[in-house]
């Protein structure tokens, strides 16, 4: 609430940005005025400098140096950090977000070179300034955001119309019960202010309050006399304790605009509605983080087992918490080198997972969708500026009306406005297909993965519906849409500006989907034409990006995650997630809780752990270390240095559906089986040897392993002077009253091991003899059979000949027969001759047809 120099809105920030203009032409950093402290309060008299001064800054003289981002509001530039030292502060301009995050990373290291390896505590507030009501018409106001008395940023600002309803900003709570926008219409002079700005403020100091200075802007027609001091005074301000939003989740409500009264001047009550106040929504979130070394079991985990992590938790969450997750996932595992790995299996994954509804491919709330918008934000910051910048800007300084809809524009406008809204078309899908700017590296290396495992599995068309729907469902389209939220600009846009930003969304996924407009908006029938020329246009440029061999100029992800810091955040999110589920599902989810509760052993008595039985606690996985670990050894030896190749990772953790773990070499904590080496007789001493030195002793001792139940003899040591070997592992201590009983434990456990290897070897040997009388039996069994199909073909054989026999008998009977009644001569047989013989023949063949059916 204190007073500004006149001279600040123009004169010092009009200096700033000459100063900046003339060495953009030399250097792609430049630096901004120095004694510039965060606060728009103060002299700011300075000579702007190349970055290549950033040398002679003294960094390690002086321990309480603060380095951290400047919102891009306060100055007018983007991508700024400031050095603030006890003596002055210096301010630098970067040329994109991921040159400014190396740069303070890089000084923030020369300033503390053991930073990762200390226990510090990351301030952060996320505050969206979403509205102000009952505030007099036909003005612009602008907020400014204060933290403890500092400037941090300042709103857009923006003209009060009349107060009329419009929607919040996506994926803000409804405000319909505190009174909402354009609820402020009722008062004297009640009219709407929209906003809708994000700030996100990281590495902030130790801070107790909030405050939003509301400001109007003065007409630059109007001249300003030099005695008129109201108008370097707030109108009126909201205070926010810091204790009201501390947490994970979002506080919103509308904050009453206390007005602002300096002695001795009018008062400003009567500038204000009786009912002016201000709809905000804050986080301010106070993380502990800790030295990397405690993270290291954790690293490993997620770096080895990202896929079923993802697969187990999906069912749990909510939509807001897989877009937490996701999030912090993508920047853990782009610091590790794992990011590009992680979303290829997570595509892969939906390929499987959709099978034949390839319509939905990476349009559903899901961890990988979640994960591939973090990504692109991530690395696509650059790509996107280059490709949409210039296009936003100029919309939202364009006055053309692109309202192609007859309903909402006046029939004689609605031909120009086709043309407008087809020219935008054309402009923004010329700077897509031409790719102006490089494209990431990153991006390409995935598309052209998915591509190869979708034509490896015979369905190509799939690898490119997945490609469209990454880059333009999830990344373009939304950046034309909102381009705020993408960091493309930074005030909320005007609504016809919203208008024209919406139907050329519409208009490019509707292209890169390779559909035409329907009856459901007829009104955007006209554009079907612009979209059937462009089709080839863009499949040559989904193709391109696709291709992993292509020639476009293409750039790398050059910034800096702190990876501690996202450990962290990932530990928090995570451990708020389970510590809520019931313990079958915390069971299904081992060993993940137990890696979270040793995390949070560290973090203190008052970090919130997970419950977990008895039963899941006894079965810990070999890589987490033992509760008792720091009374021993600040870490795991194993654990220091990070994998660099998952290969040798999965090869230590190879936990698949079979959970099976590589062994590993036990220690004195769990006695091993000792190699069996053949027993030999003790030999008697004779009276006239003499006994070995200590020396000698010690050195036959260390050449010749002693068995378990050989006697030794060694001569008595002073007390204290008997020198152990250390443990093998730091965590062990060594009970030298253990070492008998352990000694008593292992020959036990050799003789139950030698009984159960005689038992062994005699069971084995009775498999053997009856295998042998199995297969003696088996070959008489085949001989029999055998020897029956040659006896039962001989038979056969014989059958035929008596049946042959029979026919022709029977023939020769009919035959006689015939002749005997009708012929001219009488023929007799005596004594019934020929009957005979064929009782024999049917005897004989009747016998034979017994034996073959007896076998």
Known sequence: GSSRPKSQDGGVKGMIKRRLDKVKRNSTS???????????????????????????????????????????????????????????????????????????????????????????????????????????????????????????????????????????????????????????????????????????????????????????????????????????????????????????????????????KASGTVATKELL???????????????????????????EYVTVDYVEMCKNLEPLLNVKEKEELAGALVHVLQSIGKAKEFLIDLGSAEVERLGEKEALIFRENTLATKAIDEYMKLVGQKYLIDTLGDFITRLYTSVENCEVDPLKCPAADLSNNQRHLRSACEEVMQKIIEIHGPFPEELNKIFSSWMELCEDKGRAEIGQRLISASLFLRFLCPAVLSPSLFGLIQPYPEPHTLRTLTLTAKVIQNLANFTLF????????????????????????????????????MTSFDGYVDLPLRLAVLHGLLV????????????????????????????????????????????????????????????????????????????????????QRKPIKRTQSAPHKRPIHPKQPLKRQKSSETLPSPEQESTAMADQPQEANQPSISPPHPSGTVKRPPAPVPWIIVNPNRESSEMKAENEQFNLLDKHAQELSELRLGIEQVTERELDMAKRLEDFIIQSQDQNAVLQ???????????????????????????????????????????????????????????
Not at 62 to 85: A, N, Q, W
Not at 605 to 634: C, F, H, M, W
Request: proline letters at 6%; hydrophobic letters at 30%.
């Open 576 to 659: 708020g997630i389970i510590h809520t589920k019931d313990q079958e599902t915390i069971e299904k989810l081992h060993p993940l809780p137990l890696i979270l509760n040793h995390i949070a052993d560290s973090l203190g008595p008052e970090a919130p752990r997970i419950v977990i039985n008895s039963n899941t606690e006894q079965s810990k996985p070999v890589y987490v270390p033992p509760k008792d670990l720091g009374k021993y050894s600040p870490h795991q030896s194993s654990m220091q240095k990070l994998p660099l190749d998952s290969k040798g990772v999965r090869d230590k953790y190879d936990r698949g559906n079979k959970q």
């Open 273 to 299: 509605g009786p009912q002016a106040s201000l709809r905000i929504k804050a986080r301010f979130q106070n993380l502990k983080v800790l030295p990397m070394e405690k993270y290291k079991e954790f690293a």
């Open 30 to 260: 430049q630096l901004i005025p120095a004694g510039l402290k965060g606060s728009r309060y103060g002299s700011r008299e300075s000579v702007s400098i190349p970055v290549g001064a950033v040398g002679s800054l003294d960094l390690s003289a002086d321990t309480s140096m603060v380095i951290r981002p400047v919102h891009g509001s306060i100055l007018g530039e983007k991508y700024c950090f400031e050095v603030i030292s006890t003596e002055n502060t210096h301010c630098f301009g970067c040329s994109s977000a991921a040159e400014r995050d190396r740069w303070i990373e890089d000084l923030r290291r020369a300033a503390q070179p053991n930073k990762d390896n200390i226990e510090r505590t990351e301030n952060s507030l996320s505050l969206w300034v979403n509205e102000a009501k009952d505030l007099p018409p036909k003005q612009r106001y602008y907020c400014e955001v204060h933290l403890d008395g500092t400037l941090f940023a300042r709103t857009s600002s923006r003209t009060v119309g009349k107060a009329a309803n419009r929607s919040s900003m996506p994926g803000d709570a409804s405000a319909k019960s505190s009174g909402g926008p354009g609820a402020g219409g009722s008062g004297v002079g009640g009219c709407q202010l929209f906003w809708g700005e994000f700030f996100e403020l990281d590495n902030l100091p130790s801070v107790s309050q909030i405050s939003l200075h509301l400001f109007r802007e003065d007409d630059p027609k109007k001249k300003r006399h030099s005695k008129d001091e109201s108008s370097l005074h707030p109108l009126g301000s909201v205070a926010i304790s810091i204790a009201d939003v501390l947490g994970r989740t979002y506080q919103e409500k509308w904050y009453p605009i206390v007005p602002y």
């Open 797 to 855: 054989a014989e059958v035929q000949e008596l049946r042959n026999l029979l026919a022709v008998r029977e023939e020769q009977l009919a035959s006689a027969t015939f002749r005997c009644v009708c012929g001219p001569l009488t023929f007799c047989w005596d004594d019934g001759g020929y009957e005979k013989v064929l009782r024999e023949l049917s005897g004989q063949l009747n016998m034979k047809l017994s034996l073959t059916s007896t076998l």
């Open 518 to 553: 329907g009856e459901k908006e007829e009104y955007m029938l006209f554009m079907n034409e612009f979209l059937e020329q462009h089709w080839d246009g863009m499949r040559f440029f989904l193709q391109t990006v696709s291709n992993q061999d292509t020639e476009i100029p």
